[in-house]
């Protein structure tokens, strides 16, 4: 037993050396096993030196303990001792890897694999490794041979002797011999199959790439072809299929000695569903006509590594000319960026923040960056044509492709994060990319990658440091270079040529190049303040352009508004310093027309879009009538006035169509489990509150103009159908009726005469030339339509409702509700309007079915020629026209028994028939989603085309624009056509049943 005094020493020492359970190191170190050298200062100091002491003592003891004799217990020890080379790899292995310290205890022997140090064991390639398996004729020898190569490559990893390339590298080449031992034991098992076929092992992913972990599936493709020029195709696939099989089980099964990696063969054609074999024709013939944009990208790492070298080579030949094509596909770069952010959105939430290879910031944003970068420029340019990523970030960088400063960056954070990777995997030889939770894993990481002061805070520290380079440089590295192509404020900087410019712009989806590259020309160039915010900006700015479906327009667009407020102080900061500024100006300015052209009518409406200020909140309609009113008060003349309206109204507009904007530019490919009704009832309530308030401002207006404070008769705007509804959408006309009542004591001629002058004032006054869209008040629904007079008094409209009225117009009057002028007048007008649309016995039979038959006709006559009309959203089945008609006849029906139905609003007034019973729940959900989706058509066309339209566009990008819009993102606009004719399809057949009884 050790004495006190001295146990006490060796504790401090301990401690002082970086074992964290010193107590238990120095019962350890008093183990008959170290008897001999427990107080050599040399082992003490190697062992501190390790990236987890306790865990390469507690290895020492247990490889001591192995050994089969005291003579060879002796043999370790002295050579520990006394050679540095060996003492350093075994030890460091042993206090960086549990798995391997435990395989070395059931192989004691296998420690002599460390003893060489000659410069040819610095970098072994494929054929030292294959020498180093050779004796492996089964299984598990294979599993054995393959740890104690493996020994080697962590010993030469720990100790520095290579770097992460080199030891990725060697990694891939170890499993390359690994996959041709176990090929050649399948084929020694199976003689018959391996003469029967010629089977070729293609490497992918990080194994094809050279740049392999640790633990790592080894993704392969294989290719087959008969070994006669006659021979039977189908015999031969047949036999390659069980070779490659049974190769795949001699890696993958778990044995005794546990398993090496899984071979994963599902990157092949048509993955897992397709035949593990192929010959080499049945490939070429399925990426010619079938791949998607994610396979071409993963043959970027194809590398023949087994079977038949000819066979590999011809594969690899043959298809290579399809990958460097790969990028003239349409939306090439938007379907590798959404795989990329598929791959994010499918990571745990709870892991997010440990993931080092998936998550932002990780190893997978510079992967996918540098390989798009290869897609795009190794058309022209073979030397990007490597299969690793860091040659291939350093070949982008020496071309000019990315920027050196950029891609030294880039190099340095990936270089660190593989090292974290590859020490995380080593411990327990398990496939990982999660940091480890509890302090001890994250030490002995922090201390493996050299940081000794205090581990855990230094290595959080670092890599939130590296990942923060990667988070700001992956998606800026394909725009950057573009900037400084045209801005060349550093001539001695490789950079893109013209040609690769425009090679780059074209793969975001820019359909004029050569203009975009003058826009930032314009905006980028020179030595100014401005310049210099914009080259800082316009990296982020150019990829959100490049995700919307007209990038050009964004890019023009962002010119023009920053040609207009390029002086303004605040402009380019509110882009710079508020987070969702320069996003939501992005989003706008390359969603269509309308948002643009109103914000260039007012470029300083920009401010709404940050995050202060009020910014893209709906105002509500006694705010906005307040300012408007207060506008056309300080105006000199009715048509000063309503200038002033409308220029409210366009600014709200540009408000409203931004939110819109915003709120819709969300998740792609879900758009039908999305519920956007809150948002359409926000756009549709604003868009009729601000309509409210600009004809109330109008009124005003005229009323001034012409009469002073007071008119001779009270006056009232009753809005009606949509506009009486709050759905207005943004290129709807606003539906009105006029009412007026002679004031007490004037006279009725005067009051008369004095109602039309306003009428025709106003809308002489809202129809003037104007770059504003139009806001058109019809007065179609009055009665005796056209033929009718424009305005009547209150009794006169009583006497015609109860003597003349028609079935169509007391279902016209479900959606009248006062809107501008006298409020009072405006409230008897509903009390007038209630028995009418609500009659207190519901309607008999002659006019249910009058109201089908005009439903009928309208479907017949109003549907405009040549459209189509499952896709036409007012008119065709399914529409809004079904939805609410339907609606409309429960509501005249049964409106005066139930409160719920008394409403203008459609989808409230179907959410109450729902609650009273009227209509199944899921019929209700049916005609809800229907009118939703409709509605959100009909907005997206106005926003995309800048005029309104009831059916889809024809024209693809306008199509594209209105897709993205409602979710689907690139190459899904079949799915938006299909899934809009599927739910109008459901909603037809609910309205058949519950409109025409069928």
């Known amino acids: 037993m050790t004495a006190p005094g001295r146990r006490s020493s060796t504790f401090t020492r301990l401690l002082r050396h970086g074992f964290t359970d010193a107590s238990a190191a120095e019962r350890r170190l008093d183990s008959p096993e170290l008897a001999l050298v427990r107080d050599d200062p040399v082992l003490l100091e190697a062992l501190g030196a390790t990236a987890d002491p306790d865990l390469a003592l507690d290895g020492l003891v247990r490889l001591l303990e ?24 075994l030890l460091g292995v042993l206090g960086a890897s549990a798995a391997l310290g435990e395989h070395l205890a059931r192989h004691a022997g296998d420690w002599q694999a460390l003893v060489t140090y000659e410069p040819r064991d610095l970098h072994p390639g494929v054929e030292e490794f294959e020498r180093g398996l050779a004796g492996a004729d089964d299984p598990v020898a294979l599993r054995v041979a393959y740890r104690r190569c493996l020994l080697s490559i962590a010993a030469r990893d720990v100790c520095g002797t290579t770097g992460i390339a080199e030891t990725a590298a060697e990694l891939a080449d170890l499993a390359t011999a690994t996959l041709r031992a176990a090929l050649r034991i399948a084929g020694e098992e199976a003689p018959e199959d391996a003469a029967r076929c010629r089977l070729a092992v293609i490497a992918m992913g990080k194994c094809g790439g050279h740049e392999l972990n640790y633990v790592s599936d080894v993704d392969v493709i294989f290719v087959g072809e008969s070994a006669e020029e006659d021979g039977d195709e189908t015999e031969a696939l047949r036999a390659a299929t069980r070779l490659a099989a049974r190769m795949m089980r001699i890696c993958s099964e778990t044995t005794v000695e546990g398993s090496i990696w899984p071979v994963d063969a599902n990157l092949r054609p048509e993955g897992r569903n397709g035949p593990l074999v192929r010959t080499l024709s049945s490939h070429l013939a399925y990426y010619q006509r079938w791949a998607k944009t994610w396979e071409f990208q993963a043959l970027l790492k194809a590398r023949p590594v087994a079977g038949d070298a000819e066979l590999g080579a011809a594969y690899v030949e043959a298809l290579s000319p399809l990958v460097w094509q790969a990028a003239e596909r349409d939306n090439f770069v938007a379907d590798v960026q959404k795989m990329r952010r598929r791959v994010v959105a499918n990571i745990p939430v709870a892991e997010v923040e440990r993931e080092l290879k998936l998550g932002p910031g990780g190893l997978r944003d510079v992967e996918f960056a540098v390989q798009l970068l290869q897609l795009v420029h190794g058309r022209a340019d073979p030397s990007l044509r490597s299969g690793t990523t860091l040659d291939a970030l350093q070949a982008l960088a020496a071309g000019g492709y990315v920027g050196r400063a950029d891609a030294g960056r880039l190099d340095e954070a990936y270089r660190f994060l593989r090292f974290m990777e590859h020490r995380i995997q080593l411990y327990r030889l398990r496939r990982t990319h999660l940091l480890p939770e509890d302090d001890a894993g994250l030490r002995r990481l922090g201390r493996s990658l050299g940081l000794r002061a205090d581990p855990v805070a230094e290595l959080t520290r670092e890599w939130k440091r590296h990942t923060g380079v990667v988070r700001r440089l992956h998606e800026k590295l394909f725009y950057r270079p573009l900037l400084d192509a045209v801005a060349q404020l550093a001539p001695g900087e490789a950079r893109l040529s013209t040609e690769a410019a425009r090679e780059r712009l074209v793969a975001l989806g820019y359909a004029d190049p050569a203009a975009a590259l003058r826009h930032l020309e314009a905006l980028a160039s020179g030595v100014t303040r401005k310049a210099a915010i914009q080259r800082t900006l316009l990296p982020v700015l150019l990829g959100w352009f490049a995700d919307s479906a007209d990038p050009d327009a964004g890019l023009l667009n962002f010119r023009k508004v920053s040609d207009a407020l390029g002086k303004t102080p605040w402009y380019l900061r509110l882009l710079r310093d508020e987070g969702a500024a320069a996003e939501n100006l992005a989003r706008v300015l390359s969603a269509g027309r309308l948002a643009p052209d109103l914000l260039m009518r007012a470029p300083e409406a920009v401010a ?53 904007i915003v709120g819709s530019y969300g998740t792609e490919a879900q758009p039908a489990e999305t519920d956007q009704g809150p948002l359409v009832d926000q756009v549709g309530g604003a868009v009729s509150d601000l309509t409210a308030a600009t004809l109330a401002g109008t009124l005003r207006a005229v009323v001034r103009g012409g009469w002073g404070d007071t008119l001779p008769t009270r006056f009232a705007v009753i809005g009606m159908g949509r506009f009486g509804g709050h759905e207005l959408g943004y290129g709807s006309d606003a539906d009105v009726l006029f009412v007026h009542e002679p ?72 959606r009248a509700e006062p809107v501008a002028g006298d409020e009072e007048l405006g409230r008897r007008f509903v009390e007038l309007a209630d028995p009418l649309r609500y009659p207190a016995a519901g309607l008999d039979e002659d006019a249910v079915r009058e109201i089908r038959r005009l439903k009928a ?12 009309p499952k896709l036409h959203t007012k008119l065709g089945p399914g529409g809004l026209s079904d939805v609410e008609w339907t609606v409309q006849l429960l509501q005249m029906r049964h409106g005066a028994e139930v409160a719920g139905l008394r409403t203008t609003r459609t989808r409230q007034a179907l959410a109450a028939a729902r609650t009273a019973g009227l209509v199944t729940e899921e019929d209700a959900a049916v005609l809800d989603e229907a009118w939703v989706l409709a509605t959100r058509v009909r907005n997206a066309v106005m926003l995309v085309r800048g005029r309104a339209g009831d059916t889809f566009p024809t024209e693809p990008r306008e199509l594209a624009a209105v897709g993205r819009y409602l979710g689907y993102g690139p190459g899904h606009v079949g799915d938006m056509l299909d899934a809009y004719r599927r739910t109008a399809r459901r909603a037809r057949t609910v309205m058949e049943t519950l409109f025409y009884g069928t």
């Open 608 to 660: 709404l879009l940050g995050d202060g200020g009020g910014g893209l909140g709906p105002r509500g309609r006694a705010q906005l009538e307040q300012e408007i009113l207060a506008a056309v008060g300080r105006a000199e003349s009715a048509e000063q006035g309503v200038t002033a309206a409308r220029g409210v109204r366009r600014r709200e507009l540009f408000r409203t169509a931004a939110a819109d």
């Open 743 to 814: 004031r007490e004591g004037a006279d009725e001629r005067e009051a008369a005469d004095a109602a039309n002058r306003v009428v025709a004032e106003m809308r002489r006054l809202l129809q003037l030339p104007s770059a504003d869209p139009p806001l058109l008040i019809d007065a179609g629904l009055r009665p005796e339509g056209k033929s009718g007079p424009l305005v009547r008094t209150l009794t006169s409209y009583a006497a015609y409702y109860r003597r003349w009225s028609l079935v169509w117009e007391s279902q016209a009057l479900l």
């Open 66 to 89: 192995a050994q089969p004799a005291p003579a060879a217990r002796r043999e370790l020890l002295d050579t520990v001792i006394a050679a540095k080379p060996l003492r350093d790899r």
């Open 857 to 868: 006709r309208m479907e017949s006559e109003r549907l405009p020629r040549g459209a189509d």
